[in-house]
């Protein structure tokens, strides 16, 4: 199992459209999650941190799921600006060794 | 707050010469990072540093050399620069005792590097 899995993508959805991202990750043990957000050519940066208990930002909402070792990221209302590629982060060995997952990339279409 | 910042933004190497690539952060943050990304790939950790004259290895350390004489400054060298190496290379910073956004990771703009 690699250690940070996600959806290959890419994803080409119309505007509006809401969707859907998973990652996976190999150590039961891990304790902290985040989405980041890259756009072409750019650094990444942190679009939300992902709390036990599910947490929303506006459009974006972020989830856990400890048993099946999961976090996802749902998008409602898609907009054209959401293009980009969405990096799962995973603080894997809890000491501060961030581990990346290879993104997946989203187009948002007219 | 300037954040974190690298140079060169952009390099070209021959196969054998030597580089390094500088980075700085005025947010005294004490963990820094060095990732290097592959086109269409996510970002691969080389090294880390949890303070001043503390230095680890990350996943991908062959081929790079760090050090970390103060807390601002945490350079990455290539001694013996490969085609493999061909990357985009992002300098980050964090702290993770601060309340809130302790594991927030700050990204310098990166570096472009290509060896011919």
């Known amino acids: 199992r690699k250690e940070v899995e996600q959806d290959p993508g890419p994803f080409n959805v119309p505007e509006g459209a809401t969707v859907a991202f998973n990652c996976t990750y190999s150590?039961?043990?891990?304790?902290?999650f985040f989405w980041y957000r890259q756009d072409c050519r750019k650094e990444p940066k942190l679009l939300m941190s992902?709390?036990?208990s599910g947490n929303e930002d506006g459009r974006f909402t972020a989830q856990l799921n400890r048993a099946s070792q999961y976090i996802s990221l749902l998008i409602r209302d898609s907009k054209l600006s959401d293009s980009a590629t969405y990096l799962c982060v995973v603080n894997l060995y809890n000491n501060n060794d961030m581990r990346f997952g290879a993104g997946t990339r989203l187009t948002v279409k007219p | 707050n300037a954040g974190v910042t690298q140079t060169p933004k952009f390099r070209i190497l021959k196969i054998g010469q030597s580089m390094t690539l500088q980075c700085t952060q005025d947010m005294n943050h004490n963990y820094m990072y060095w990732y290097r990304q592959d086109p269409g790939m996510g970002l691969k950790l080389i090294y880390y540093s949890v303070g001043a004259g503390i230095t680890d290895k990350g996943e991908v350390p062959n081929g790079y050399n760090v050090s970390r004489s103060t807390t601002e400054d945490f350079p990455l060298r290539l001694e013996l620069a490969a085609p493999s190496q061909t990357s985009v290379y992002f300098c980050?910073?964090?702290?993770?005792?601060?309340?809130?956004?302790?594991?927030?990771?700050?990204f310098g703009s990166g570096t472009q590097l290509s060896v011919l």
């Open positions: 980050a910073s964090s702290y993770p005792g601060q309340t809130g956004e302790g594991e927030k990771l700050f």
């Open positions: 992902v709390y036990s």
């Open positions: 150590n039961s043990a891990s304790q902290s």
